[in-house]
């Protein structure tokens, strides 16, 4: 089985900056794409950003130039900077990773628990 146990939510005021960590644990063999995903309330959840095994990147276009995601994978960790938070980022964040483990065939899609963000004065 695979835990993801994510961290670094909190409160902060507009402009201000944090940074969400999320760490993969368990029989791992490998971790493919790992990503962050967003819910506000009363809306769907969308795709933040992604990340590959060999560091490609991609974010959806409201956190472009504000938001970076990066991973460790000696560490099984992924990351996210968020800067210049605006309110309209507020929501929980979930973590994902695509994991491959040494007895099974084929890949799996783990999510984390989620860590609330909360952008206000």
């Known amino acids: 089985q695979v835990q993801l146990v994510e961290s670094g939510g909190g409160l902060v005021q507009p402009g201000g900056s944090l940074r969400l960590s999320c760490a993969a644990s368990?029989?791992?063999?490998?971790?493919?794409?790992m990503g962050w995903y967003r819910q506000a309330p009363g809306k769907q959840r969308e795709l933040v950003a992604r990340i590959t095994g060999d560091g490609s990147t991609k974010y959806v276009d409201s956190v472009k130039g504000r938001f970076t995601i990066s991973r460790d994978n000696a560490k099984n960790t992924v990351y996210l900077q968020m800067n210049s938070l605006k309110p309209e980022d507020t929501a929980v964040y979930s973590c994902?990773?695509?994991?491959?483990?040494?007895?099974?065939?084929?890949?799996?899609?783990?999510w984390g628990q989620g860590t609330q963000v909360t952008v206000s004065s």
């Open positions: 368990g029989r791992i063999f490998s971790i493919n794409e």
């Open positions: 994902n990773a695509d994991v491959r483990f040494y007895d099974l065939v084929g890949e799996y899609s783990y």
